[in-house]
């Protein structure tokens, strides 16, 4: 038996900003979620069951957060599943929310993803104080830095190839109402002499800390056919795992993320990624991030990502836009990120990305990955229903 | 219970504690600040039910919920549980009961406190009240508790606009868990080692990857390892970034390089700090050795050894 096609026809995401104080948690998974009913022209009742994901719990300190959720979901009375794969959760949470369609246990899925990072702590959230362990001496850019370094060693990359990812993503958050940051008169001087945290990874480099969340309403054939506007249509969907650290763990191309590629675009029937996809949203919180995901997701060979930065293929206008909403790089509520990329990855091959629309986008890759480069979740979107 | 432990297996206390801060939105913040004003709030629901303590959505329609509504202070216990031996932050430090209280007026009950001689002394169907604390701040902590009373009951629930002046907005809720950490048999061994400042690794009976620090398992393989391999103690920098940014409770000038250093002998980088070097010079291949602290359990740090540079196919597969 094959399996019921997927279609996304409903996507709401919050203002997403530094702190939302008006709101409690329940109050801004809310706001995602009214707004992803309203463009499927759906009620609570039309909702079948409910998919939520986020960072750890010790990021706002509520411990199993969707069970005070539920009311505010209207998840009373149906399943509700919580998801949890550190950063890149956004995205397994929607592939987990995909299944259930897919399998044709529930005909339509609400599934959402938050983080409220005004209200938590990242930082200690992440580096509890373990006896007998040396403090960690670096931080989550400090982590990621060293990284950074062995993809410039190993591919030759010039050192001012992050400078012009983080400037693009800005630029192209100016675009899209949501972003966090809306930097309008930042320029790429600016962004090439801010000053060095972790060098080689500087301040306009690093992603922001945000509040935030993201809806999407899943759905099978029979709710597409209802759907006001254009569904985006699943043609793959994977995640894969592996250790945070081991013998052999390629860290600037973890295999983890390779092998998830290769999977989606089997699904997917891709066979040239580079030339079939017309739009990339990718988790990129440190600009270097860019040019080494294009090579671990086979946009380019080994050691060529950045040739694509550099001559602006990956521009808004270029043969491959790369994060035209801006990217995690402008907004950063870390449990949304994830689902922010596969829901941007959606808005674009539905024709409903508005400012930071990609022409012609009728296929288009979504992104996420956590944890020390652990788990990664991708999904390609289309505008046509897969065949078969 | 806890198992006894291992006379070779450390073990100490992990205290994890702190403030989180919470914005209430409109529903929780009239609740609190009503309680500072010795006023409790509930909401009504949409099919006539009042909630307390109230919340932002409708548990059964899933409406947004704003229709706030005062109830009586005084309430009937629904069910409770004796607490014989409190624990610190809880509401009462001598023995109470958990009561679960519908307040006249409401259609819910609220979980406190009560302050009782003892079990006999409790039971469901009983009369209370609320005893406010003297200092109120608008927290659900200026109900002190609840205690028996035997006077007249409350009326019906009235409606009430919320509006307070100074609302308060947010919270501060203080969390702390106690743990008892132990860091298995393989780390326990690798810090006795390196107490004597020898460095042991792991060898993974199936793949021969050396592990250290050793984690008791190989994660590629999933079997368990046993063989014991020094490694070290020199080593050489596969990368390393410059850090600029003083960590709060980290007592290292900035800056300072942050680098991972695979040791003779070991299949994969550690992380830990150079110095002995200005931090511009630092580079990948730099040959490195350990620099023991007077009484730390860890080297303090690296330094360069004066040998040339490892070339970078030597450690390019461990980057
Ligand atoms: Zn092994």
């Known amino acids: 038996m094959t399996k019921e096609p997927v279609a996304v026809v409903g996507i709401g995401q919050t203002k997403h900003t530094a702190a939302r104080r008006d709101v409690s948690i329940a109050g801004l998974v809310r706001e995602a979620a009214v707004r992803a009913l309203e463009d499927a022209q759906l009620t609570w009742s039309d909702i079948d069951a409910v998919v939520i994901g986020k960072a750890p719990d010790f990021f706002e300190g509520v411990m199993m957060p969707e069970l005070y959720l539920a009311d505010a979901l209207g998840a009373v009375g149906k399943p509700m599943l919580r998801v949890h794969t550190a950063g890149s959760v956004g995205g397994s949470t929607a592939l987990v929310a995909a299944g259930l369609v897919a399998a044709r246990v529930h005909r339509t899925v609400l599934t959402l993803a938050f983080e409220k990072q005004s209200e938590s702590n990242a930082m200690w959230g992440l580096s509890l104080p373990i006896p007998f362990q040396q403090p960690l001496l670096a931080g989550a850019g400090g982590f990621f830095a060293p990284h950074v370094r062995a993809y410039m060693r190993r591919t030759g990359a010039p050192p001012g190839i992050g400078a012009l990812v983080a400037y693009k993503d800005r630029r192209n958050a100016l675009r899209n109402p949501y972003a966090h940051l809306h930097e309008h008169d930042l320029t790429l001087d600016q962004v090439r002499s801010s000053p060095m945290l972790w060098d080689p990874i500087r301040y306009s480099e690093t992603c922001p800390s945000s509040d935030g969340a993201c809806a999407m309403v899943l759905t099978d054939r029979a709710g597409a056919d209802r759907a006001p506007y254009p569904p985006a249509w699943m043609h793959g969907g994977a995640m894969r795992s592996e250790p945070t650290l081991f013998a052999g763990k390629d860290f600037v191309s973890p295999r983890a993320g390779r092998d998830c590629a290769a999977d989606v675009y089997r699904q997917a029937g891709i066979t040239d990624p580079r030339r079939e996809i017309d739009a990339v949203e990718m988790y990129v919180p440190f600009s270097w991030y860019e040019p080494m995901w294009l090579e671990n997701l086979g946009f380019a060979d080994e050691g060529a990502g950045w040739k694509l930065t550099e001559s602006g293929v990956t521009e808004l206008d270029g043969e491959l836009p790369v994060n035209p909403s801006g990217g995690v790089l402008s907004t950063n509520p870390i449990g949304a990120s994830g689902m922010l990329r596969f829901a941007e990855a959606a808005l674009q091959v539905r024709g409903r990305a508005g400012e930071h629309q990609v022409d012609g986008a009728r296929k288009a890759l979504g992104h996420a990955y956590g944890g020390g480069s652990q788990f990664f979740s991708m999904w390609v979107v289309a505008d046509t229903s897969p065949a078969g | 219970m806890t198992p006894a432990p291992s006379p070779e297996v450390l073990q100490a206390p992990l205290v994890v504690e702190f403030p989180f801060t919470r914005s209430l939105g409109p ?9 500072r004003t010795r006023t409790v709030l509930g909401v009504r629901t949409t099919d006539g039910r009042v909630l307390v303590p109230p919340v932002e959505y409708d548990p059964v329609t899933a409406d947004e919920l704003a229709d706030l509504v005062e109830v009586a202070p005084t309430g009937t216990v629904t069910t409770w549980a004796w607490n ?23 259609d819910t009950a609220l979980l406190h406190a009560l302050d009782a001689p003892g079990p006999d002394a409790v039971r469901t169907g009983m009369r209370v009240r609320i005893r406010w604390a003297a200092e109120r701040e608008g927290a659900i902590t200026d109900i002190a508790c609840f205690e028996p009373y035997d006077g007249a009951e409350g009326g019906e629930a009235v409606p009430h606009t919320g509006t307070f002046t100074d609302p308060v907005r947010s919270i501060v809720a203080p969390a702390r868990l106690d743990y008892t950490y132990a860091p298995g048999r393989a780390q326990s061994r690798y810090l006795k080692a390196l107490a004597g400042r020898a460095t042991y690794g792991e060898r993974c009976p199936s793949c021969r990857k050396v592990y250290v620090p050793p984690r008791g398992a ?17 080593g050489t920098v596969t990368t390393f970034c410059i850090v600029n940014i003083k960590a709060r409770n980290l007592d290292i000038e900035v800056p300072y390089v942050y680098a991972h250093i695979a040791l003779d002998g070991a299949d994969l980088a550690l992380h830990a700090r150079i110095g002995g070097i200005p931090y511009d010079e630092v580079r990948m291949g730099l040959r490195v050795e350990p620099v023991w602290s007077e009484d730390g359990r860890y080297p303090d740090h690296y330094r360069p050894t004066g040998e040339p540079d490892a070339d970078y196919d030597t450690y390019k597969e461990l980057l």
Do not use: I, K, N
Not at chain 2, 27 to 35: E, I
Not at chain 2, 86 to 91: K, S, V
Not at chain 2, 218 to 234: D, H, I, L, N, W
């Open chain 2, 218 to 234: 190989c994660p590629t393989c999933g079997v368990a390892t046993a063989e014991q391999v020094e490694v070290g103690p020199r």
């Open chain 2, 27 to 35: 529903v929780q913040s009239a609740f609190l600040t009503g309680l």
């Open chain 2, 84 to 106: 014989p031996s409190p624990r610190r932050g809880q509401p009462l430090s001598a023995p109470f009961a958990w009561v679960l209280v519908r307040l006249d007026g409401a």
